[in-house]
């Protein structure tokens, strides 16, 4: 049983925009720090945003000023705005959730294509 079920990604022209959620468990959302990578195929996972359980926030330098990230207590749910989204976002992006080091989640990933 996933723990982390994303959605929202697609295929988008520059300057577009996309929201990615990141559902998950009660648990999981009220212990973890959530975050969200990307992977483009022969790099390493890129940490692209992430918020503590305390409300801070940060920002690959690539992203800010574009992309937020929130957190929805009711829906126990993540979300990625992307907006002014480039070629170079595209990639495939997880949701991460880690309540200590020994505990940690990763979703199943969602592909965003960024059309020029």
């Known amino acids: 049983q996933a723990q982390l079920v994303e959605s929202g990604g697609g295929l988008v022209q520059a300057g577009g925009s996309l929201r990615l959620s990141c559902a998950t468990s009660r648990y999981i959302f009220a212990f973890s720090t959530m975050a969200w990578f990307r992977r483009v195929p022969g790099k390493q996972h890129e940490l692209v945003a992430n918020t503590t359980l305390d409300g801070r926030t940060n920002y690959a330098d690539s992203v800010k000023g574009r992309f937020t990230i929130s957190r929805d207590s009711v829906k126990n749910t993540v979300y990625l705005q992307m907006n002014t989204l480039k070629p170079e976002d595209t990639a495939v992006y997880y949701c991460?959730?880690?309540?200590?080091?020994?505990?940690?989640?990763w979703g199943q990933g969602t592909q965003v294509t960024v059309s020029s």
């Open positions: 991460y959730a880690q309540i200590s080091p020994r505990t940690e989640y």
